[in-house]
């Protein structure tokens, strides 16, 4: 019942723009912290970024601070990660999660690819 989907993904420059949306539903979104997950090929999973329930707090991986901004809109059920500088070391395919229903929630991913 619960579901992640996120959308938002594609082929960008290095130095450009995307932002990530994950549409959540079957779980009371605005109870729990989500966070972003990016895996690369060939590479372990890595936390990219997490935001509280509230939005009150977040943290990022050294990696994309500064660059990647999370947020979430509660009254939609959503949470964003606006990316921006871009860099070929940000390929990877980013995925949205949660811990509700006794156990960790993942969505089907989304692929950011950034090349020139």
């Known amino acids: 019942q619960v579901q992640l989907v996120e959308s938002g993904g594609g082929l960008v420059q290095p130095g450009g723009s995307l932002r990530l949306s994950c549409a959540a539903s079957?779980?009371?979104?605005?109870?729990?912290?989500m966070t972003w997950y990016r895996q690369a090929p060939g590479k372990e999973r890595e936390l990219v970024a997490r935001i509280t329930s509230t939005g009150g707090s977040t943290n990022y991986a050294d990696s994309v601070k500064g660059r990647f901004t999370i947020s979430r809109d509660n009254a939609k059920n959503t949470v964003y990660l606006q990316m921006n500088s871009l860099k070929p070391e940000d390929t990877a395919v980013y995925y949205c999660?949660?811990?509700?229903?006794?156990?960790?929630?993942w969505g089907q991913g989304t692929q950011v690819t950034v090349s020139s």
């Open positions: 999660t949660t811990i509700a229903t006794l156990r960790r929630h």
């Open positions: 079957g779980f009371t979104f605005s109870n729990y912290a």
